[in-house]
Structure formats: C-alpha cells, structure tokens
Nanobody, 125 residues
Framework: QVQLVESGGGLVQPGGSLRISCADS????????MGWFRQAPGMERDFVAAISSTGQVTYYAESLKGRFTISRDNAKNTVHLQMNSLKPEDTAVYYC??????????????????WGQGTLVTVSS
C-alpha cells in the first residue's frame, strides 16, 4: 500500500525559496519513481518534476527548469522539491505522485495511480 504525505507548504514572498517534502510509508519506496504536480485554482493538475527510483534520472516541466529541483532520500522514504525564485504564479496546491515511471509522469497526470493529499504553496507579498 502506498501512502503519500506532503509537508512544508506555506506562505512565501516573491523571490523567496521553499522546500516541500513527501513521505511514503510504503515498503517499495526505493524501487518507485516519484513526482510532483501542482494545481492552481480553476486549473488543471500539471506536471512539475519527477525522479527515478535511483535518483539518477529527473524530468522537469520546461518552464520550471533552473528554479525547481527534485531530490530523494531513499533511506528516509522521502522526496523533496526545492523551489527557488518563487513567483506569484507558482501559487498552487502541490501534490506528490507515485506508482508509475518518471517518464510517464512527465507526460501528465493521467496514469498516475497514487496521490498525496496536497500541500498549499502561496507566493504573495
């Protein structure tokens, strides 16, 4: 059973940084790709980043490359998303995802079987 729990969301000023995390209580974390998606009010849930089970392969939404970094700690069953130079348009609920390959996640939310409950990130002055 996969259980994903996000943490670390909150309010941050434009230009600031924030790191959000996702803990997976499942037994197969180390062999599972992980990802992040986000959904702004009234918008679709969009791909943000994904990382392979070993951490050697990562994918990013093109518009977020250079500002966001995904990483994982298999010893702690945790995946992180470091977000820098945040903009108001980054405001969204960020969801942790699992259950398929990183490549599949990079193509969109369809095919992702497991989701966390989401954590709200608000970028505002």
């Amino acid at each position: 059973q996969v259980q994903l729990v996000e943490s670390g969301g909150g309010l941050v000023q434009p230009g600031g940084s924030l790191r959000i995390s996702c803990a997976d209580s499942g037994r197969t974390f180390g062999s599972t790709a992980m990802g992040w998606f986000r959904q702004a009010p009234g918008m679709e849930r969009d791909f943000v980043a994904a990382i392979s089970s070993t951490g050697q392969v990562t994918y990013y939404a093109e518009s977020l490359k250079g500002r966001f970094t995904i990483s994982r700690d298999n010893a702690k069953n945790t995946v992180h998303l470091q977000m820098n130079s945040l903009k108001p348009e980054d405001t969204a609920v960020y969801y942790c995802a699992a259950g398929t390959t990183a490549l599949t996640m990079s193509r969109g939310r369809y095919g992702v079987p497991y989701w966390g409950q989401g954590t709200l990130v608000t970028v505002s002055s």
